[in-house]
């Protein structure tokens, strides 16, 4: 969500929009223009805008109810295609998923209800004019469009909002692997009728159906990581051959080490006690930047993350993927016990699923770059 422009924050979450969202306001300007100038035009932008306010507040939502539940929202991006909430991480428990999923419709049909009653009962819809000409119309439009977004969202097909009822629902009865897996199916399997409509309906149902589609996909590779590395400890799969260098030492040294060893990362020891990290990614960029006389003092890194032997690794792979530290020592009495890498990790469930999942290997990239959970794919 690089190319996003922030908007302000709420509740403390960072609230963007994408820049490919100014193509809807583009479209939709011209679509008003060509319908009756720019009278019209206005009017068409006062729809997109006021309905996507009505997305922002179905992802404030769900926002509000994972924070209830003490997880952590990143941000709220607008796409053309809806909104999406980032959070930290997608609560495995049934109830919570349940309730967060449900939090976002409900304000939809809160809306509906505030203008139901403001515009004193259900307007016909058969004669409603295609774009809106005053507030009474306007306001008409965003009801309709908040009933759809409603009865859209609610489609079982995971990963969007109904999806998530549906996985919570049969998380409640078999494990949650299984649920994930099902609730992909399913929501793969609508994700490619949606496709197909969209050839009549709108090229953006299109476009929703392939982030569904590839949604469902990631969500389920992660699910199955997970359960891979449930009973696998920090200190099962760590390195525990590995040169150390001292502040003193050149950077020189990490590339001997880098040809002769394959070591990539080094540890920073000072009297048998580790005082810095140097991951590869740093000591590269010193390496290029200043040459093969920099010191390891230089660029080392004083504060950093480790894990303990006993660490789980089913519940710190997020992390250590968010972190985008490279390379984390394992720890235990303030003693460096060895290193664990992302690529060790997956090279670990690639050995564990090889047999399974022969040409389902992790995707390397994935190591690369912060991934918070995305929660929802909202129609706009
Ligand atoms: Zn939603």
Redesign the pocket.
């Given at each position: 969500m690089r190319s996003s422009f922030p908007l302000g924050r709420v509740f403390g979450i960072r609230i963007g929009v994408h820049a490919t969202f100014v193509l809807i306001l583009i479209w939709f300007g011209w679509l008003g223009w060509q319908h009756g100038g720019m009278n019209s035009a206005m009017w068409a932008l006062a729809l997109v805008l006021v309905l996507f306010t009505c997305v922002v507040l179905?992802e404030l939502g769900?926002s509000v109810a994972a924070k209830f539940f003490g997880i952590e929202v990143h941000s709220i991006t607008l796409l053309p295609i809806g909104g999406v909430a980032a959070m930290k991480a997608i609560p495995e428990e049934p109830h919570k998923e349940l309730i967060i999923a449900v939090a976002?419709?409900m304000v939809n049909v809160v809306i509906v209800a505030v203008l139901v009653l403001a515009v004193g009962g259900m307007p016909g819809w058969a004669d409603m004019p295609v774009l809106p000409g005053t507030v009474g119309e306007l306001a008409n439009h965003i009801l309709l469009a908040n009933i759809v977004l409603v009865i859209f969202?609610m489609i079982p097909a995971f990963p969007m909002?109904g999806g998530r009822v549906l996985r919570s629902m049969l998380a409640s009865v078999i494990p949650y692997g299984s649920a994930t897996a099902w609730a992909t199916g399913i929501g793969q399997f609508l994700s490619v009728a949606f496709f197909v409509m969209g050839f009549w309906i709108t090229p953006l149902l299109m476009i929703i159906a392939v982030f569904v589609f590839l949604g469902a996909e990631s969500e389920n590779r992660m699910v199955r990581m997970k359960d891979s590395l449930r009973d696998v400890h920090a200190g099962d799969i760590m390195m525990t051959d590995y040169a150390a260098v001292s502040p003193d030492d050149t950077l020189r040294i990490c590339l001997d080490y880098y040809y002769r060893r394959r070591q990539e990362d080094f540890p920073v020891f000072v009297d048998g006690g580790m005082i810095g990290l140097l991951p590869r990614r740093i000591w590269q960029e010193a390496l290029h930047r200043h040459g093969e006389k920099a010191r390891v003092e230089d660029h080392m890194l004083r504060r950093f993350v480790s894990l303990h032997p006993d660490t789980v690794l089913a519940s710190a792979f997020q992390d250590i993927l968010a972190m985008n530290q490279g390379v984390y020592p394992v720890m235990e009495h303030g003693q460096m016990r060895g290193f664990i890498t992302p690529e060790y990790v997956s090279r670990h469930l690639t050995f564990l699923q090889g047999a399974r999942h022969r040409n389902r290997q992790f995707d390397h990239n994935d190591s690369k770059t912060e991934r918070p959970s995305r929660f929802?794919i909202?129609l706009g």
């Open positions: 179905h769900h976002g419709p969202n909002d929802s909202d």
